[in-house]
């Protein structure tokens, strides 16, 4: 009998160690708005599983789900960033704009709040020379060649850094191509969810009960037009990214500490072996005399 209660303290301190950031409970998720789905015309059949009932034509997610796929995604978001690696964030919707450049700007993640830039990642090279060009307007302001252009000239460059700036500025941190994927309203970004699945990279999602979930590979069931699901989740997810990224911070810490103690041991292996080097000459010498001792009787 007394070890049932142990056994639950132990799965629980185990969940308390494999999330450690905070997820919502269901009663801020249903506070936030997350419950409410479309209209019962508009939704997708791949969505049933995680609609609850509908009420008055809506349809109402089931908050459990949205519960647990939640803590599902912001865990593997927060190995993703441990790892040191970069996750894209996308949202072209008014609601969703503001929140997602704070909440990306704050953990240095790149992200998309304009206009998709078609093929950009199935034609990433060619993006990065449109990046390199921004760069190299900025070298020609502060070395002084842009003094030297006609102001028609100049004229023309400052606004094609202002239009560059605009839909690029956001992703000029992003050297290589994103480990994932993180969209607010799928059906909103399907080019994106189809560029990143015909990649293979995965897909993070806010997905409403209009949307198709297939295409998705960590499904967050939850309301994605109300601003206040959106920054919901999304606080929970960057929470969870911060967090790997303050581990992968110690990690690099403790790295050297351990590296400068390592190289203690085969010295100390070292002198061990010398001094059964040094101890068997002696040990062949005391038994030559005890061999001798028998043959001179």
Same mark, same amino acid.
């Given at each position: 009998?007394?070890?049932?209660?142990?056994?639950?303290?132990? @799965?629980?301190?185990?969940?308390? @160690?494999? @999330?450690?950031?905070?997820?919502?409970?269901?009663?801020?998720?249903?506070?936030?708005?997350?419950?409410?789905?479309?209209?019962?015309?508009?939704?997708?059949?791949?969505?049933?599983?995680?609609?609850?009932?509908?009420?008055?034509?809506?349809?109402?997610?089931? &908050?459990?789900?949205?519960?647990?796929?939640?803590?599902?995604?912001?865990? =593997?978001?927060?190995?993703?960033?441990?790892?040191?690696? !970069?996750?894209?964030?996308?949202?072209?919707?008014?609601?969703?704009?503001? *929140?997602?450049?704070?909440?990306?700007?704050?953990? /240095?993640?790149?992200?998309?709040?304009?206009?998709?830039?078609? $093929?950009?990642?199935?034609?990433?090279?060619?993006?990065?020379?449109? %990046?390199?060009?921004?760069?190299?307007?900025?070298?020609?302001?502060?070395? $002084?060649?842009?003094?030297? &252009?006609?102001?028609?000239?100049? &004229?023309?460059?400052?606004?094609?850094?202002?239009?560059?700036?605009?839909?690029?500025? /956001?992703?000029?941190?992003?050297?290589? &191509?994103?480990?994932?994927? @993180? %969209?607010?309203? *799928?059906?909103?970004?399907?080019?994106? %969810?189809?560029?990143?699945?015909?990649?293979?990279?995965? *897909?993070? =999602?806010? *997905?409403?009960?209009?949307?198709?979930?297939?295409? %998705?590979?960590?499904?967050?069931?939850?309301?994605?037009?109300?601003?206040? /699901?959106?920054?919901?989740?999304?606080?929970?997810?960057?929470?969870?990214?911060?967090? $790997?990224?303050?581990?992968? !911070? =110690?990690?690099?810490?403790?790295?050297?500490?351990?590296?400068?103690?390592?190289?203690?041991?085969?010295?100390?292996?070292?002198?061990?072996? /010398?001094?059964? =080097?040094?101890?068997?000459?002696?040990?062949?010498?005391?038994?030559?005399?005890?061999?001798?001792?028998?043959?001179?009787?």
């Amino acid at each position: 009998m007394d070890t049932f209660p142990t056994r639950e303290v132990e @799965f629980s301190e185990r969940k308390q @160690f494999l @999330f450690k950031m905070s997820t919502p409970n269901f009663d801020q998720l249903l506070e936030a708005g997350c419950h409410f789905g479309h209209l019962k015309r508009k939704w997708n059949p791949a969505m049933a599983p995680y609609i609850f009932m509908e009420r008055n034509g809506i349809h109402i997610i089931d &908050l459990y789900k949205t519960e647990a796929k939640l803590a599902e995604a912001a865990a =593997a978001l927060k190995n993703i960033a441990k790892s040191g690696k !970069k996750v894209l964030f996308v949202a072209t919707k008014k609601q969703a704009k503001q *929140v997602i450049a704070d909440k990306a700007t704050a953990i /240095s993640m790149p992200y998309v709040i304009e206009r998709w830039p078609g $093929g950009m990642l199935t034609n990433f090279p060619t993006i990065r020379k449109a %990046v390199k060009k921004m760069t190299a307007i900025d070298k020609m302001a502060s070395d $002084g060649t842009f003094d030297n &252009l006609s102001k028609r000239e100049k &004229l023309q460059i400052t606004r094609q850094r202002a239009k560059l700036e605009k839909t690029l500025g /956001s992703i000029a941190d992003l050297n290589r &191509l994103p480990s994932a994927l @993180f %969209v607010v309203d *799928v059906l909103k970004e399907r080019i994106a %969810v189809a560029e990143a699945n015909r990649l293979g990279i995965p *897909v993070f =999602a806010i *997905v409403d009960t209009n949307s198709d979930p297939n295409s %998705v590979d960590f499904v967050i069931p939850a309301n994605d037009d109300a601003s206040k /699901s959106i920054e919901i989740i999304l606080d929970t997810v960057c929470n969870a990214m911060a967090e $790997g990224l303050e581990e992968r !911070k =110690a990690e690099k810490v403790d790295a050297p500490a351990a590296e400068g103690e390592a190289p203690a041991a085969p010295k100390r292996e070292r002198r061990r072996v /010398s001094r059964k =080097a040094d101890a068997a000459p002696a040990e062949a010498a005391a038994e030559a005399p005890a061999a001798e001792a028998p043959a001179a009787e």
